[in-house]
């Protein structure tokens, strides 16, 4: 079962506070998002991400980019 709506919603909550956090434009931060590994694992339902809140898919996020730093 998809869950877009929950999907749409927590994906733009969550790119407003990357942009804030970041101080970058909504499309930089939309960019960063959706070439994250976090827009995969919401896409997959299994993972049950759909029900979390935007900061927690912010710290898996800013998770993401530590190991990408690594």
Not at 1 to 14: G, N, R, V, Y
Not at 18 to 41: G, P, Q, T
Not at 43 to 68: C, F, I, M, N
Request: aromatic share 8%.
């Amino acid at each position: 079962m998809e869950h877009t709506l929950s999907k749409t919603i927590l994906i733009a909550q969550t790119i407003e506070l990357i942009a804030k956090k970041y101080k970058l434009s909504i499309d930089e931060a939309r960019n960063n998002f959706y070439s994250s590994k976090v827009i995969e694992m919401l896409d997959d339902d299994e993972t049950g991400l759909y029900g979390e809140s935007a900061l927690y898919l912010l710290s898996l996020y800013e998770k993401v980019l530590q190991q990408r730093a690594l």
